[in-house]
């Protein structure tokens, strides 16, 4: 069984799990808003700050989560994970029965802020996971596959939560969105483990090959030193600013699609809803297919080279796709190109993530999370960038914002050296 299906393999399942459900749990509070803002005399205003609650949240701490999952180990940084994101959703669904007003809107934002939080560590600490469990050729492709479920979750959220919403409730939609953690977390519990050698199952012969997929053990105790030098590492700056560029654009095109069709191209709600869910597809399909891409260039190339020429292809290119977008006079044209620019942006996934553990190595968790703390702020800074200038009808330039922002995340990988991993304090 172990030959058809090996252990590395099952662990990665669970991790493209976690991320797929946390990708549903995150839009369920975007779906069941309309019902919410009448139920609990909400403005879009006060939804917007909940919403940006979680965005907070999970900025904040993606550092600190990944040095946190170095210090703990991946099995019980998941637990604790799934756990405390139950409780936030309960805590989002049982607040409005106690309270009201300014106190219920700033409890929804304290439970949704707490949620960002416990999420932060998911994609840094499942970077540290897959650089013990997989080959160095193999890291794109799995950091592209678990990219793909996240378009999944996000492709599969609104028409499941609207289904619920319909049937029982918002508030019971929502929780419904929760309730599959808790079988994922204790199954985590007792199968996950943090490197193939500590796994009862895992076989000498499926060992021998994970074997030297780590250049030295994991640092569970990053220095201040340690992490001081990973913060003023090129590569890891370089790869911060170039991931935040980049992630202008995702959250565009994720968070800004469905409204720009409605107001710009004038479609139905319905056909809007329908219309818009063609990128979210299409960045996960292209984030597996860069995934495989960029194993391959690396296996070809070198993780210098190999983990560039993705980006270098596609991001300029998606940026002209988006201004070209904007400016034909067909809705539907309009449509497959914003489409096709979701794509393509998402073909950079595995490169990012794969030069992450090849720069990071003993500290790939801490690397991820400073990487994803820019990609996050990415969203911070350009949620509201995108809300004043289409909210004064401007979404030309909206979209002229993000090509700009696709073309800097182009240039960064010209300098972006994946096969220099920092160099520790301790051997400066």
């Known amino acids: 069984m172990n030959r058809i299906f090996p252990i590395r393999w099952r662990i990665f399942s669970f991790l493209f799990a976690f991320g797929l459900l946390e990708y549903v749990q995150q839009r369920g509070l975007t779906v069941a808003a309309e019902p919410m803002m009448p139920a609990l005399h909400l403005s879009q205003m006060q939804i917007g700050w909940v919403e940006q609650a979680f965005v907070l949240g999970y900025a904040l701490f993606q550092f600190a989560g990944g040095v946190a999952g170095q210090r703990w180990g991946a099995r019980w940084t998941f637990v604790g994970i799934g756990l405390i994101t139950v409780v936030?959703?309960?805590?989002?669904v049982a607040v409005p029965e106690v309270f009201s007003g300014t106190t219920l809107f700033a409890a929804l934002?304290?439970?949704q802020?707490?949620?960002g939080v416990a999420?932060?560590?998911?994609?840094?600490?499942?970077?540290g996971v897959f650089e013990t469990w997989f080959q160095p050729r193999s890291?794109?492709?799995?950091?592209g596959l678990q990219t793909m479920g996240l378009g999944l979750g996000a492709a599969v959220a609104p028409p499941l939560v609207a289904a619920l919403m319909v049937t029982v409730g918002w508030q019971q939609a929502l929780l419904w969105t929760g309730l599959p953690a808790i079988p994922l977390v204790l199954l985590w519990a007792w199968y996950g483990r943090n490197s193939p050698r500590e796994h009862w199952a895992v076989s000498a012969q499926e060992l021998a090959p994970s074997a030297d997929t780590v250049a030295e053990p994991v640092n569970n105790r990053p220095s201040k030193r340690d992490l001081l030098a990973i913060l003023r590492d090129r590569n890891v700056l370089l790869l911060t600013f170039a991931y935040f560029a980049m992630n202008n654009v995702y959250y565009l095109l994720g968070n800004w699609c469905f409204l720009y069709l409605v107001q710009v191209r004038h479609f139905s709600v319905i056909e809007s809803g329908w219309?818009?869910?063609?990128?979210?597809?299409?960045?996960?399909?292209?984030?597996?297919?860069?995934g495989f891409l960029a194993s391959a260039l690396v296996v070809r190339l070198g993780a210098r080279a190999g983990l560039r020429v993705l980006p270098l292809l596609s991001l300029a290119p998606s940026g002209i796709l988006l201004l070209i977008a904007v400016h034909v006079s067909n809705p539907y044209v309009a449509v497959g190109l914003l489409t096709a620019c979701y794509g393509m942006i998402e073909l950079n996934e595995g490169s990012f993530?794969?030069?992450?553990m090849n720069v990071g190595r003993a500290n790939t968790m801490v690397v991820g999370g400073a990487m994803n703390t820019g990609g996050s702020v990415g969203g911070v800074v350009g949620i509201p960038i995108v809300a004043y200038l289409s909210g004064h009808g401007d979404w030309n330039a909206a979209f002229l914002v993000g090509t700009g922002f696709a073309l800097a995340s182009a240039a960064c990988w010209l300098f972006i050296d994946a096969g220099r991993p920092v160099v520790p304090a301790s051997q400066h």
């Open 88 to 92: 936030c959703i309960f805590a989002t």
């Open 109 to 111: 934002c304290i439970a």
């Open 113 to 115: 802020f707490l949620m």
């Open 119 to 127: 999420q932060a560590p998911t994609f840094p600490v499942s970077t």
């Open 139 to 143: 890291w794109a492709l799995v950091q």
């Open 275 to 290: 219309l818009s869910a063609a990128p979210m597809i299409a960045a996960g399909l292209g984030a597996g297919a860069g």
């Open 353 to 356: 993530w794969a030069a992450a």
